[in-house]
């Protein structure tokens, strides 16, 4: 079993930049992967990003492309999810997950979650 817990959301201006921290504690494998999803109000739920432990192969939606970065320290189970110039259409929770068997942009592949932790970006 892995517990995800995510944490560094907040409000920030348009422009502005978060970090986001999801520490994963329980047993965990190098091949697992790690994704960022989100949910806005009346939406479904969204891919952000993912990474493997593994060969750190990182990809991204295009909607976050070039703006956000996922990152890890490996010795702590931490990943981590950089928001530069964040719009109010990235308002959402945000939530991170495991995969067992490697990274994946569906949630449904997906075997853990984190509570997830709001990201509030005014106009």
């Known amino acids: 079993q892995v517990q995800l817990v995510e944490s560094g959301g907040g409000l920030v201006q348009a422009g502005g930049s978060l970090r986001l921290s999801c520490a994963a504690s329980?047993?965990?494998?190098?091949?697992?992967?790690m994704g960022w999803f989100r949910q806005a109000p009346g939406k479904e739920r969204e891919f952000v990003g993912a990474c493997t432990w593994s060969v750190g192969i990182i990809y991204y939606a295009d909607s976050v492309k070039g703006r956000f970065a996922i990152s890890r320290d490996n010795a702590k189970n931490t990943v981590f999810l950089r928001m530069n110039s964040l719009k109010p259409e990235d308002t959402a929770v945000y939530y991170c997950?495991?995969?067992?068997?490697?990274?994946?942009?569906?949630?449904?592949?997906?075997?853990?979650w984190g509570q997830g932790t709001q990201v509030t970006v005014s106009s």
């Open positions: 997950a495991a995969r067992r068997s490697g990274l994946s942009r569906f949630d449904y592949e997906y075997d853990y």
């Open positions: 329980g047993r965990t494998f190098s091949g697992y992967g």
